[in-house]
């Protein structure tokens, strides 16, 4: 877990739901995402993201974004060899082993969530200036890109079959639902700030997050949804 406020990266026992470790990062951990036996972590005020080893919890390495960046999401492909980090109106693709830069792509406003399809193909994101779009990881181009709402699109998660994406914005308080298929969109309501969403490993479940105000996770069975 990021944590940017005190600086930290907190491990958790997912079993026993007990904090195992904390690492300072020196900075303000935002994103994060694993694999490989790294961690890697974006720093948001001091515009770079880091690797964690997962077996030392040392920091290994630290990749500085352009001047003026903020490094906000960051997410692993699920063959684990590259790293998307989003800054500013840019997405950023890097090579995970070596940690070389492979290209970018500017996009309308900060993107604050990203998601890979898990064939590897697709780039899911979602800005702070409410839109929503969909890249080909093959030079970063656009395949799709919408507007949900004014401001504040936040987290986005995709299916496994990559049929269906789920979208929390926090200006509309809403949930987005995208049948990729359909090219159609529901919506959910949401309590104040809804902020990240992910997918349980076994599809059955949405976790959303809501911050700012409330500071609580919603459960909710994902049969149910649209």
């Known amino acids: 877990v990021a944590s940017y406020s005190d600086g930290f990266v907190h491990v958790i026992?997912?079993?026993?739901?007990?904090?195992?470790?904390?690492v300072n990062i020196g900075g303000s951990p935002f994103g994060i995402s694993a694999g490989n036996?790294?961690?890697?972590?974006?720093?948001?005020?001091?515009?770079?993201?880091?690797?964690?080893?997962?077996?030392?919890l040392a920091v290994i390495s630290t990749i500085t974004l352009p001047t003026g960046a903020q490094a906000r999401a960051i997410c692993l492909s699920p063959d684990q060899t590259r790293v998307y980090v989003s800054s500013n109106?840019?997405?950023?693709?890097?090579?995970?082993?070596?940690?070389?830069?492979?290209?970018n792509r500017t996009i309308t406003g900060n993107a604050y969530g990203l998601a890979v399809s898990s064939d590897g193909q697709r780039l899911f994101y979602a800005d702070l200036n409410g839109n929503y779009g969909i890249l080909n990881t093959t030079g970063l181009t656009t395949i799709y890109s919408t507007f949900l709402a004014s401001s504040w699109g936040a987290g986005v998660c995709v299916n496994q079959a990559g049929t269906k994406a789920y979208i929390a914005h926090q200006g509309s308080n809403t949930l987005y639902i995208h049948d990729i298929v359909n090219s159609t969109f529901a919506t959910v309501p949401m309590?104040?700030?809804?902020?990240?969403?992910?997918?349980?490993?076994?599809?059955?479940?949405?976790?959303?997050?809501?911050?700012?105000i409330f500071h609580f996770l919603q459960k909710i069975q994902s049969s149910t949804l649209v």
Do not use: H, K
Request: glycine share 4%; aromatic share 12%.
């Open 13 to 22: 026992n997912t079993a026993t739901r007990t904090l195992i470790a904390s």
């Open 37 to 56: 036996q790294r961690i890697f972590v974006s720093d948001i005020f001091n515009g770079r993201f880091m690797v964690i080893d997962a077996a030392t």
């Open 89 to 103: 109106n840019d997405i950023w693709a890097y090579d995970a082993i070596t940690l070389a830069p492979i290209g």
């Open 191 to 212: 309590p104040t700030w809804p902020t990240g969403v992910s997918l349980s490993a076994d599809e059955s479940m949405l976790y959303v997050a809501n911050i700012f």
